[in-house]
């Protein structure tokens, strides 16, 4: 579910039809002004190729839904899944179709390693992958790669992980200041002004630099795209209904490509790395979602109780981490005292005064910024990219609450679950 695009010149002439790098590749082009918007995942348009080299879009056809069972389930060698939605049959079929979801994505000749922040999705892919490595006698040990600040609850649950598996692990610490400074790259490198995606890029992209330039890790395996799928993120706790649920969680399907793998394919690419992603695999993906909306949805107070549940027995991981309750990455990387959201808007209070954020709708009247640490993103973005703010349709935010701020850390529910 890579991002593409696509671009027009002014007079019909199709410019590109890009990967996640090709719009840096636009901005430094002499060619006339270029309608530049996102091909939408799962489509394919059919173009009219006049004589004189100008097209014509003809239709755009909807080709996959992340619901449908791919063409290709047919013919693949994973073991029969057992029919109907007993609890003890999904999570068998669940625990079958990862596990196949990992396996499928070794094939490469360049080394493996895997990102980690501890938390259930990273740690259940790395261990997973860890396993699938030695059963098929890959002869290298798994790299594992963890950042954070000191104090971070990120890097502490890591740690944990990577002794239970057994990876070699890499620790990568960063502070305030390297993170700040990254801004200005990260931003350029994203081609979003998105507040919650910068924030948690910052991260990424520092953890994709030091691997690039300290291992011959090249093919990342990474836990993006559960929270999604899985209803992960902790405001699925307030959602009216399962259905209600159900629908939020396709949404957030729908628009990966403007978020999360936007985030992760672009500060990985940005350092020549490859992403693999197994949480998106179409086999599991759409086996999740066929699955009743009232077995996905949070329970007793814990979100994605249904991945956690399925792998209760496996000891792929420690019990702690398979229900360590949802940390943010672009939280989890720093202490619960001093969040990194915390430490931009503090830094950002300082370079945006009151009177530019007053004067934000005349400047920026497309998605408005409505803060200091918005309009600080929203600059850097206008200087790499003037005119383009219509690449992101709406900011990132929770539902269902009254969120004036993306970060988890804000909410009620995160703050009773720290206190516990």
Aim: hydrophobic share 40%; proline share 5%; charged share 25%.
């Amino acid at each position: 579910m890579e991002p593409l695009f696509k671009a027009m010149t002014e007079d019909g002439f199709l410019a590109v039809c890009s990967e996640a790098k090709g719009l840096v590749t636009l901005k430094h082009s002499s060619t006339p002004f270029l309608k530049v918007e996102p091909f939408l995942p799962g489509h394919y348009e059919v173009l009219d190729l006049k004589p004189n080299g100008k097209v014509a879009s003809v239709e755009m056809v909807k080709y996959h839904h992340y619901r449908d069972e791919p063409l290709h389930a047919l013919y693949d060698n994973v073991e029969k899944l057992f029919p109907g939605f007993e609890i003890e049959t999904v999570k068998n079929n669940i625990r079958i179709l990862f596990n196949n979801a990992v396996k499928k994505r070794l094939m490469t000749d360049r080394r493996i390693g895997c990102l980690l922040s501890g938390g259930l999705d990273s740690s259940l892919v790395a261990a997973t992958l860890l396993k699938q490595m030695k059963e098929a006698q890959v002869q290298y040990p798994l790299q594992t790669f963890a950042i954070g600040m000191e104090d971070s609850p990120d890097l502490l649950a890591a740690r944990k992980v990577a002794n239970h598996i057994g990876s070699e692990h890499h620790e990568v610490l960063f502070n305030s200041e390297e993170g700040i400074q990254a801004l200005d790259e990260v931003i350029f490198s994203l081609e979003t002004y998105d507040i919650t995606t910068v924030r948690a890029s910052v991260g990424m992209y520092l953890i994709s630099k030091y691997i690039r330039k300290n291992t011959d890790s090249v093919v990342i395996f990474s836990g993006e795209g559960s929270d999604e799928l899985t209803q992960g993120y902790i405001y699925f706790h307030k959602a009216p209904s399962p259905e209600k649920a159900e629908e939020e969680s396709e949404r957030l399907l729908r628009e990966l490509y403007l978020f999360d793998v936007l985030r992760a394919d672009r500060t990985t690419a940005a350092h020549g790395l490859e992403l693999r992603v197994p949480f998106l695999d179409h086999r599991f993906s759409s086996y999740y979602l066929s699955l009743p909306p009232e077995l996905r949805i949070p329970k007793n107070g814990i979100e994605k109780h249904l991945l956690r549940e399925a792998f209760e027995d496996s000891n792929l991981i420690p019990k702690e981490i398979l229900w360590r309750p949802k940390e943010a990455f672009s939280d989890g990387i720093t202490s619960v005292k001093n969040s990194w959201f915390k430490i931009l808007q503090e830094y950002i209070e300082h370079q945006v005064d009151d009177a530019m954020l007053a004067n934000a709708a005349q400047k920026f009247p497309f998605n408005t910024p409505k803060t200091k640490e918005g309009y600080y993103y929203r600059q850097i973005f206008e200087r790499h990219y003037p005119g383009r703010a219509s690449w992101l349709s709406h900011y990132w935010m929770p539902r269902w609450i009254n969120a004036t701020d993306p970060s988890a850390r804000t909410l009620t529910h995160y703050k009773s679950a720290a206190k516990a």
